[in-house]
Nanobody, 127 residues
Framework: QLQLVESGGGLVHPGGSLRLSCEAS????????IGWFRQAPGREREGVSC????????MYADSVKGRFTISRDNAKDTVYLQMNSLKPEDTGIYYC????????????????????WGQGTQVTVSS
């Protein structure tokens, strides 16, 4: 069974940077498109970014375009989210999850295919 663990969060000032990691265990990550989601207190979980199985396609929410970059290293079973120019509005718990569409190696979307969410990693942007 594929398990995903998020790490890399922390407290940063506005304008700062963080790199989040999503590390797979139990199964190779090569077969899956991966998305990043975040949830702020009192808010719904929202999709942030995704990357296709073969890294041929990425997607970003409008709120993070130009500031965040998603990448993957299948040899390390890891997906990264480089977050630059962070804003207070980026504060939240960040989760990674397998996303669709299924059986399409060169595309991704921001629909998680699991209802099981891990602990995530906390990102706090505050002056």
């Amino acid at each position: 069974q594929l398990q995903l663990v998020e790490s890399g969060g922390g407290l940063v000032h506005p304008g700062g940077s963080l790199r989040l990691s999503c590390e797979a265990s139990g199964y190779t990550l090569d077969y899956y498109a991966i998305g990043w989601f975040r949830q702020a207190p009192g808010r719904e979980r929202e999709g942030v970014s995704c990357i296709s199985r073969n890294a041929g396609s990425t997607m970003y929410a409008d709120s993070v375009k130009g500031r965040f970059t998603i990448s993957r290293d299948n040899a390390k079973d890891t997906v990264y989210l480089q977050m630059n120019s962070l804003k207070p509005e980026d504060t939240g718990i960040y989760y990674c999850a397998v996303v669709g569409p299924p059986l399409v190696p060169h595309m991704c979307n921001l629909r998680a295919v699991t209802n099981r969410w891990g602990q995530g990693t906390q990102v706090t942007v505050s002056s």
